[in-house]
């Protein structure tokens, strides 16, 4: 039968004794210049160069990983060899054994060899790549001649527009019983392809899942997605904070663990409105809608998440734990009275935000809220700022003499910050003022009515400072009639899942930057630092992480070093990492259960009494 080729060589016409195929192949071969006679050495690549190709190709190879030895066991015999070749005709990937495999490498059927059709004439992988078809070269069908003891079956891997990335190929000796082997080529080549596509399937739900959890961390409100077998497959670190819970204890878990909610409400309708409850029985309005594929299945549901819970109206005060709730009923009780408030807390806590509050729920809300520290005044100032003066009652005295905070808050509030660095002679006075509901100015002998509500705040003892005769016991009861309590941020580590989000888009917003999102990986570092400048210093740190993010999601890498560097982090002994997270988890368990200790043990699986002796160790308060 190699009559035909050999006549063709002689440039006899053999057209209609030959495969239409492989007849036009020997012609661009001899366009191509191959010759016939000798195995080209040509278009063989280097070691690093075929590592590079493969590089490139990974995907490909990848997809191939296990096809070639699925089609190796397959076939059944060691005397074939299965390859891989990429768009071009390089051979990047070849298994089979060793007897066949020496034989080929001799023809350079092997990697980094390239048989397009240019290099090598017809072949099985050149040519079903150049006719983007399934091919069969076998014998004397190949145009060299040395490789006519080969019989080759290759087929074209197609992307998804048609156009061949790639060819599998099966070699062997020509002589073998070889029916069907090119099906088999094929369904290999498929396969491949198939792998391709999951490939790129399994790059865009990453792509679509980074872009969800990015546009659900910028949300102002609770996202929820629920799979169709019920469990939760994301929850942004929103709706995670109206839950009292963290998303990585979310996520994954079945939806029936999360919420008491009616059986059965997942399979029925399209869109969802279901006032559920949390496990404390918090009431959680969701608005849901459901999610269905191509072909009308149901693939799971998707939608929002409110709290119900009326906390008192504060649009000032970030933060819904325990603590939190309790100073703003607090606050909110007390905004109703006329009543002097005196606020203690650390610096940082938010002193002046729960003043602010009290004269925004109070009925002197449309007055003036007027604020005064009075650490940051000499002695005289305080008194001239407080009261006013007239024109010419001292040296510097501005011309038609100046009102004093009194007076600018009347029918208002007046909040005085550091009350305890009130120097004694204007206490004196402030007594005087709040006794007679009267104030004069500075080197005047009239006074004015003045209906004031006193709010004062200090970090300090004001108790010892009476001791020490340093405060006048006197004002002291005046200004305590109704005293607050601000515990440190470290007592209520919850609130720092709503202050982060909050922080973020107050800074986003001062620097006109687009929203940022935040990983969650930062909470962990967030909640086991102990704030000992509170608020505001973890205000501080968000400001300077969103000043300095160079992308639009904040990462760990943003954070400060010594938020980082967890040994240097405190100042006070007792806040240990350990110490602060056993006071963090028992907080939760006791938020979970609203201050119950029985439940709350056993959420933590420790004794009642064991529970009872770690609060008092850890001056929790209940
Ligand atoms: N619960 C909160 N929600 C939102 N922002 C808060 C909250 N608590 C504190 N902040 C912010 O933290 C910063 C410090 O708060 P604030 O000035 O009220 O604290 P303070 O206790 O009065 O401090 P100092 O004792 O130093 O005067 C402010 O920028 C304030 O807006």
């Not at 996520?251 to 663990?257: E, H, K, N, V």
């Not at 009780?333 to 602010?356: D, N, P, Q, W, Y």
């Not at 009102?403 to 007046?414: C, Q, R, S």
Request: aromatic content about 6%.
């Amino acid at each position: 039968m190699d009559n035909h080729w050999k006549r063709f060589i002689n440039g006899e016409s053999v057209e209609s004794e030959v495969t239409p195929s492989i007849y036009r192949s020997w012609q661009r071969s001899l366009e191509y210049r191959v010759d016939h006679t000798l195995i080209s050495n040509q278009d063989i690549l280097s070691l690093p160069r075929l590592s590079e190709r493969r590089e490139a190709k990974e995907a490909l190879i990848r997809a191939g990983e296990t096809v070639l030895p699925y089609i190796f066991d397959l076939l059944g015999s060691t005397n074939y060899t299965i390859l891989l070749g990429d768009n071009d005709g390089y051979i990047i990937e070849a298994i089979g054994d060793a007897p066949f495999m020496t034989k080929a490498q001799r023809v350079n059927l092997s990697p980094g060899a390239s048989w397009s059709e240019e290099i090598r004439g017809t072949n099985a992988i050149g040519t079903a790549l150049r006719d983007n078809a399934p091919t069969s070269v076998s014998g004397w069908e190949h145009f060299v001649r040395d490789n006519h003891f080969l019989a080759c079956w290759a087929a074209p891997i197609q992307n998804a527009q048609g156009k061949p990335i790639g060819v599998l190929d099966i070699s062997g000796e020509a002589n073998h019983d070889q029916e069907k082997i090119l099906n088999i080529a094929m369904m290999g080549a498929s396969m491949i392809k198939k792998n391709l596509q999951v490939f790129e399937l399994e790059n865009q739900l990453k792509f679509y899942q980074e872009g969800a959890k990015l546009a659900s961390s910028l949300l102002h409100q609770g996202f929820l997605a629920i799979d169709n077998n019920g469990i939760i497959t994301n929850i942004n670190s929103f709706g995670a904070a109206l839950l009292g819970r963290r998303q990585t204890d979310i996520i994954g878990r079945p939806a029936a663990d999360i919420f008491s909610s009616p059986k059965g409400w997942m399979l029925s309708g399209h869109s969802l409105d279901l006032h559920l409850k949390d496990r404390t029985g918090k009431e959680i309005s969701s608005h849901l809608k459901r999610v269905v594929n191509d072909a009308g299945e149901p693939l799971g549901a998707v939608g929002t998440l409110q709290s119900n819970h009326r906390a008192p109206a504060n649009t000032l005060w970030v933060g819904r734990s325990r603590a939190s709730q309790r100073i703003l009923e607090q606050a909110s009780r007390v905004a109703a009275t006329h009543s002097s408030v005196l606020i203690h807390g650390e610096s940082g806590t938010g002193k002046e935000i729960i003043a602010k509050s009290i004269h925004q729920l109070s009925p002197r809300r449309e007055g003036p809220f007027v604020a005064l520290n009075c650490a940051s005044l000499s002695p005289t100032l305080i008194e001239s700022e407080l009261f006013g003066y007239v024109e010419g009652a001292f040296t510097g005295a501005r011309r038609g003499g100046k009102p004093g905070k009194f007076e600018l808050a009347d029918k208002g509030t007046i909040f005085l910050d550091e009350i305890g660095d009130m120097p004694l002679n204007v206490q004196v006075a402030l007594l005087r003022v709040l006794q007679e509901k009267e104030v004069s100015r500075i080197g005047d002998i009239k006074a004015k009515k003045i209906n004031v509500r006193v709010i004062t705040a200090t970090h300090k003892n004001l108790n010892a400072l009476v001791e020490k005769e340093l405060f006048r016991l006197d004002l002291y009861y005046r200004l305590k009639v109704v005293t607050l309590e601000l515990p440190p941020l470290r007592e209520r580590s919850e609130d720092i899942r709503e202050l982060v989000p909050h922080f973020i888009r107050k800074a986003c917003e001062s620097f006109n930057g687009q929203p940022l999102g935040i990983d969650e990986d930062v909470y962990s570092y967030l909640l086991a630092h102990s704030w000992p400048g509170n608020v505001r210093e973890l205000e501080n740190c968000i400001e300077s992480m969103v000043a300095l993010a160079d992308s639009s999601i904040l990462t760990v890498e943003n954070l400060p070093d010594e938020l980082i560097q967890k040994d240097s982090k405190s100042e006070c002994t007792t806040e240990t990492l350990l110490y602060q997270q056993t006071k963090q988890t028992i907080l939760y368990a006791l938020t979970q259960t609203r201050g119950k200790i029985a439940p709350a043990a056993k959420i933590l699986g420790i004794g009642r009494n064991t529970l009872y002796r770690k609060i008092k160790e850890l001056d929790i308060q209940v």
